[in-house]
């Protein structure tokens, strides 16, 4: 039993082409075949957009979302570019895949192969309301990757097990009084990590000796000025302890 009905129509001379269709009981996206004319072949690099033979009136309240199919992505570098991508409810031109590949191979698009999914949403339009001020979070201006790729200790206490030997293993040293009290520094000074926003930080000395983008470089570089530098990534409102 569908939730919804989806009228559509073909483009003449495209009858051959398979039609969307659900692969398995529970799948979420429908796979869209491609109604290229010939083989058409993506080099690595390229982008094109693909035929798909249908329009589609998609019921007001809910778009069609085009995205990529995951064996094409992982096998073959084949992705949909602006995935996901949308189609309106008040689009009636021809369904069109933007298909690029990022893999480093040739791949070659023939005609009834399913290239990507469609996925049938529910949308919720908004309103925007202009403020001169918003709600504060603990999160801010934090974007674009703050959060990292590793979990770490929010400012609240550095690693008890602090390596201060370059690789060597110290698990069973005390964590350096200088550490501590370049740590202490830090929490009293959020005005001067924020000067370095999306930055690695080196605190010695009761200040910030070093800074840049990499971290084994700014802790080269603290080291080669002769300091045991407390590493931490400023996020301007936040700071994560290394």
């Not at 370095?196 to 930080?201: A, P, S, T, V």
């Not at 300091?227 to 996020?235: K, S």
């Amino acid at each position: 039993m569908s939730d919804i009905e989806i009228h559509f129509t073909r483009r003449a001379g495209t009858e051959d082409v398979p039609l969307p269709k659900y692969m398995s009981e529970h799948a979420s996206g429908m796979d869209v075949c491609a109604a290229v004319e010939q083989p058409l072949t993506l080099a690595p690099g390229d982008v094109k957009l693909i035929p798909t033979g249908i329009t589609v009136a998609i019921p007001p309240g809910y778009e069609i979302q085009v995205r990529p199919r995951s064996g094409l992505a992982l096998k073959h570098g084949l992705t949909v570019v602006n995935a996901p991508g949308t189609i309106d409810s008040d689009y009636r031109g021809e369904v069109g895949i933007i298909l690029g590949n990022v893999g480093r191979q040739p791949f070659t698009v023939e005609r009834g192969m399913r290239i990507a999914q469609l996925v049938v949403q529910r949308v919720i339009r908004a309103e925007l309301v202009e403020q001169e001020t918003l709600s504060k979070t603990a999160r801010s201006s934090g974007g674009f990757g703050h959060t990292g790729l590793m979990d770490a200790p929010l400012v609240g206490q550095p690693q008890a097990l602090y390596n201060t030997a370059g690789g060597a293993d110290t698990r069973s040293a005390p964590m350096p009084a200088t550490i501590l009290d370049s740590y202490r520094w830090l929490l009293d000074h959020p005005d001067e990590e924020a000067k370095y926003q999306g930055e690695f930080i080196a605190v010695a000395d009761r200040k910030i000796v070093a800074h840049g983008k990499v971290c084994g470089e700014v802790m080269e570089e603290a080291r080669r000025l002769g300091y045991e530098p407390l590493i931490a990534y400023a996020y301007g409102e936040e700071v994560y302890v290394l």
